[in-house]
């Protein structure tokens, strides 16, 4: 009897794909997340603690503070000796982060004058050509024409620190730290403040820190936000240009919060607080955080809406959990909430097949040694049902003949480079690196140590299936070669929503639309800390690299969001997010609807938002949407917030009783999202624009109506005289007689047109 075969792999592969979850890789630094004592009750974990303002509080000094918040704790110091006071809030919040068993938090709860005690959450980081592509470099007309490069503004990044020494960072050309700066570098930062990198302080609980930077991630995101001009900089000789920010006479105030075990809501309610001390005007945060939070439980949001009181622009990652829906962290309306997009640059390798196919690719590494003419064997270890060999992890290509062959494995479980290493300790020539289906279109240029080419899911496909198809009719003859085209431009469509990015809607807003905008966050290039490739160093001083994540593409929008500051130095926070948000392109450049790169069809409103950010254009608005910030009470009280969560935001008692609700749709927010039955209903939304344009100016309306959707307007033309004048108008949505159908979505937008400008608001409905 003939011994039965195993089933191969790519029989099963719909149904592993099935069951398959694509988590980011820095997920798994995450901790467990919950509010309640984990593990024994003498196990010391770090909580927020909340408390009632002090009177006066103003008036203490710092260690008057801590010496107020200490006396809630049962003594100063644990039996280690550490102290278990590890921050004293002052702004972002009233209270203090303490090291605390689950015994202590229960006796501490019942003391008077605690209002909440919650467990400290740990979230993940969301990991030169950019500045021509937004049109911030064209002489004459480009955003930095006018805006003397963000010069005197000062950008706070909440990252993993810096490598000062980067060339990135030398202050050749930038002026002093404006005089109401009040920061520092720190004794035990391990950076020498100059006029470029003007403050660094870590947090990291009791532990005393150095700024330096061994991770990476926060010197690329501080050199895409206002990292100065470097000539000749390139990934292993790939994307030669000359590498700027986008404010690159901004300054940069460096604040460490995350470490190997990631981000701690602790370490950025800290920094938070010492950044308003400091005079920070823009905060760039490139952190993740729990999909479904309330906004006193995201460090990042409770901590911007202390900094707006401040005048400061809290900018944010939307999230690399895409392309799901409901994937959205730091959704609050008063943070600046950033998609990926990608570009049209590509490290071209292209993949040869035996049978003529060409699937193209892209890889960093490109080597001249490696012989693109010579058709190699062609290898897949996930022929059979091997999972770890599918994903060629550690150890599974030990008992497979890989040798001298091209290797075809699958994104996933660990980083791309590691799989590479995999290849090549195992004797691998190189590697097809196929995206998983959720990855769709969405390639990266990695710094390989081996020759690879990254493809697509679709063309990942055909290279296996021709594999297979060889291996069952003629014993395993199948053959490839990986040829190297080195950077190409021009390519499309682009920009496209980056599989990765987060999407909404939003879980814990009312019903606004998140993300706001989209920036390139797809292959970016910026300054990196140590060497990269196949022969790497522990330190290098002029390294750049190629990094992908909404963490990319939050820089971009911090260092506009520092170019309009400069140009507008009164305008608020909501001002300047207006700004960005009315222009942005929702069109790519062939003018076509943006794409998504997860499945190549045209994206939802709820991956783009207002859709590509447009630096040109916010620089010149027109119109803008301001906010009050005392309106978000009211808007809390309507999406439902208590008197007591309240009080954990503002630090005061607050009551919604008497206080005018704002439900999430009539909030003065630059977009307008709504839900509607889907059998009939209306909903009447107002806003108010301000006009930040010519003195006297006239407005018309263009409508595009969401499929199913009639829109209704209490005025087709605004009319200005003067600068700084207001003027409201209703938005009438209402079901249309046709119906939507079966679809969940639809979406449009509304424009003022004037002579010169377009000032565009997005318009979402959800069909109930």
């Known amino acids: 009897m003939e011994k039965q075969k195993p089933i191969p792999f790519w029989v099963l592969l719909p149904f592993f794909y099935a069951s398959l979850l694509l988590v980011p890789l820095s997920q798994s630094q995450l901790l467990p997340i919950t509010n309640e004592p984990i593990g024994d009750t003498n196990h010391i974990h770090t909580y927020i603690v909340y408390v009632e303002q002090p009177e006066n509080s103003e008036l203490l000094t710092g260690s008057d503070l801590r010496e107020w918040h200490e006396s809630f704790l049962p003594n100063t110091t644990l039996d280690s000796g550490e102290p278990r006071l590890v921050y004293s809030y002052r702004d972002v919040l009233s209270g203090f982060a303490a090291q605390l068993t689950t015994e202590e938090v229960i006796e501490l709860q019942a003391k008077e004058g605690v209002l909440d005690v919650q467990q400290d959450q740990v979230h993940p980081l969301l990991t030169t050509y950019t500045h021509e592509l937004l049109g911030l470099s064209n002489w004459n007309d480009g955003a930095w024409w006018d805006t003397d490069q963000g010069e005197g503004v000062v950008i706070g990044v909440l990252d993993t620190g810096i490598l000062p020494t980067h060339p990135s960072f030398n202050d050749d050309g930038m002026p002093p730290p404006p005089v109401t700066w009040r920061g520092s570098c720190t004794n035990t930062s391990g950076v020498a403040c100059n006029n470029k990198i003007i403050g660094a302080v870590a947090f990291n609980g009791t532990t005393v820190s150095s700024v330096l930077d061994t991770n990476g991630h926060g010197t690329h995101v501080a050199g895409t936000a206002a990292g100065n001009f470097v000539d000749h900089a390139n990934v292993l000789g790939t994307a030669n240009g000359r590498a700027a920010g986008m404010a690159p006479r901004a300054h940069l105030a460096i604040y460490k919060v995350c470490f190997e075990n990631g981000c701690p809501n602790s370490n950025t309610l800290a920094a938070i607080d010492q950044a308003i001390a400091d005079g920070v005007d823009v905060l760039s945060m490139s952190i993740g955080g729990k999909r479904k939070n309330k906004f006193y439980k995201d460090g990042v949001a409770q901590g911007s809406l202390a900094a707006l009181s401040h005048g400061i622009t809290p900018v944010a990652a939307a999230g690399n959990y895409g392309p799901n829906e409901n994937t959205l962290s730091h959704d609050a309306p008063w943070v600046l909430l950033i998609g990926a997009s990608s570009t049209d640059r590509r490290i071209t390798a292209i993949v040869k097949l035996g049978d003529g196919t060409e699937l193209v690719g892209e890889s960093a590494f490109q080597p001249n040694s490696f012989d693109s003419s010579r058709m190699l064997p062609l290898v897949f270890p996930g022929e059979f049902w091997d999972e770890n060999a599918t994903f060629c992890m550690n150890g599974s290509l030990d008992y497979i003949d890989v040798m001298g062959k091209i290797v075809i494995c699958y994104a996933g479980n660990i980083a791309d480079v590691e799989k590479g290493e995999v290849v090549f300790a195992a004797g691998g020539a190189a590697m097809i690196l196929a995206n998983i289906p959720d990855q769709g279109d969405t390639t990266f240029s990695d710094a390989h140590v081996l020759p690879v080419a990254r493809l697509s899911f679709m063309d990942g496909r055909k290279a296996r299936t021709y594999y297979l198809s060889q291996s069952n009719s003629t014993g395993g003859n199948a053959t490839a070669s990986i040829m190297f085209n080195g950077t190409t431009f021009g390519n499309r469509p682009s920009p496209a929503v980056a599989s990765f990015s987060s999407r909404g809607p939003a879980a814990m807003n009312g019903g606004i639309l998140k993300p706001d905008v989209l920036a390139p ?242 318009i979402a409905v959800k069909f109930s």
């Open 521 to 762: 966050g797809v292959n970016i290039l910026a300054a990196w800390p140590y060497d990269v490739g196949p022969n790497p160093s522990e330190l290098a001083t002029s390294t750049f690299n190629f990094e992908s994540g909404t963490s990319m593409a939050t820089p971009h929008v911090s260092g506009i969001a520092a170019l309009l500051k400069r140009k507008y130095p009164s305008w608020t926070p909501a001002m300047i997010q207006s700004a960005i948000i009315t222009s942005a392109q929702d069109v790519d450049m062939d003018s076509n609807p943006i794409v998504d790169g997860g499945n190549n069809k045209t994206a939802s409103i709820f991956a783009t938002g207002s859709g590509q950010v447009n630096p040109r254009a916010a620089l010149d608005p027109g119109l803008v949407y301001n906010t009050d910030p005392n309106d978000y009470v009211g808007y809390l009280c309507g999406i439902g917030y208590s008197d007591y969560e309240l009080r954990l935001l503002y630090k005061r008692r607050i009551s919604c009783f008497g206080v005018s609700r704002i439900g999430a749709s009539s909030l003065n927010y630059p977009s307008i999202q709504v839900t509607l039955p889907r059998k009939g209903g209306k909903v009447t939304v107002k806003r108010t624009v301000t006009n930040v344009g010519d003195r006297t100016s006239a407005y018309q309306v263009r409508i595009t109506e969401p499929e199913g959707v009639r829109v209704d307007l209490s005025t087709y033309k605004l009319q200005f005289s003067r600068i700084l004048q207001e003027k409201s108008f209703n938005v009438t949505l209402s079901v249309s007689p046709t119906g939507p159908g079966k679809r969940k979505y639809s979406d449009g937008k509304i424009e003022w047109v004037s002579n010169n400008r377009v000032v565009k608001s997005p």
